[in-house]
């Protein structure tokens, strides 16, 4: 285990919504919503204060998964997203991109298998990795060298 690498990955979904539902309809003067591209943003300066080695935001990839098409009815109860959050999602991937994070959206997985990819990797490699998600499916990759934030 390298005790000065840390890598947080983090389901960008996930801390959306959170970030979302937290703050509720800020808006500019303008009308635009910006609640949860503010939340998420203080998300990442707490995280960047904790001197990560790695860092990356996994998001679902838009359109069908595997699983999908596999069982068409994945899934099929899930509600849409909210047009007030959806319409911050670019700001929020501008954001990422404005601090140099890696946004990763990979066609046809889901977030949970890109991040569990990530960390299985992470962890053969020693590094000492945290899983930033309020997701409680995640919480089957906690091992000895893998833990929560």
Same mark, same amino acid.
């Given at each position: 285990?390298?005790?000065?690498?840390?890598?947080?990955?983090?389901?960008?979904?996930?801390?959306?919504? !959170?970030?979302?539902?937290?703050?509720?309809?800020?808006?500019?003067?303008?009308?635009?919503? &910006?609640?949860?591209?503010?939340?998420?943003?203080? %998300?990442?300066? =707490?995280?960047?204060?904790?001197?990560?080695?790695? %860092?990356?935001?996994?998001?679902?990839?838009?359109?069908?998964?595997? =699983?999908?098409? !596999?069982?068409?009815?994945?899934?099929?109860? #899930? !509600?849409?997203?909210?047009?007030?959050?959806?319409?911050?999602?670019?700001?929020?991937?501008?954001?990422?991109?404005?601090?140099?994070?890696?946004?990763?959206?990979?066609?046809?997985?889901?977030?949970?298998?890109?991040?569990?990819?990530?960390?299985? #990797?992470?962890? =053969?490699?020693?590094?000492?990795?945290?899983? &930033?998600?309020?997701?409680?499916?995640?919480?089957?990759?906690?091992?000895?060298? =893998?833990?929560?934030?």
């Amino acid at each position: 285990m390298n005790p000065e690498q840390k890598f947080f990955i983090i389901d960008g979904h996930s801390y959306s919504f !959170q970030a979302y539902y937290a703050i509720g309809s800020l808006q500019t003067p303008s009308g635009m919503y &910006v609640g949860a591209a503010y939340v998420f943003t203080l %998300l990442i300066e =707490r995280l960047l204060g904790e001197s990560p080695s790695h %860092l990356a935001v996994i998001f679902d990839a838009p359109g069908k998964t595997f =699983r999908s098409i !596999q069982y068409p009815d994945y899934k099929i109860q #899930r !509600q849409p997203m909210p047009e007030e959050m959806a319409s911050q999602m670019p700001m929020i991937k501008e954001i990422l991109a404005a601090y140099g994070i890696p946004v990763i959206e990979l066609p046809g997985y889901e977030a949970d298998d890109v991040i569990a990819t990530l960390a299985r #990797r992470a962890s =053969r490699e020693g590094i000492p990795t945290y899983i &930033v998600s309020n997701d409680k499916d995640l919480e089957q990759l906690i091992d000895d060298r =893998r833990v929560p934030l």
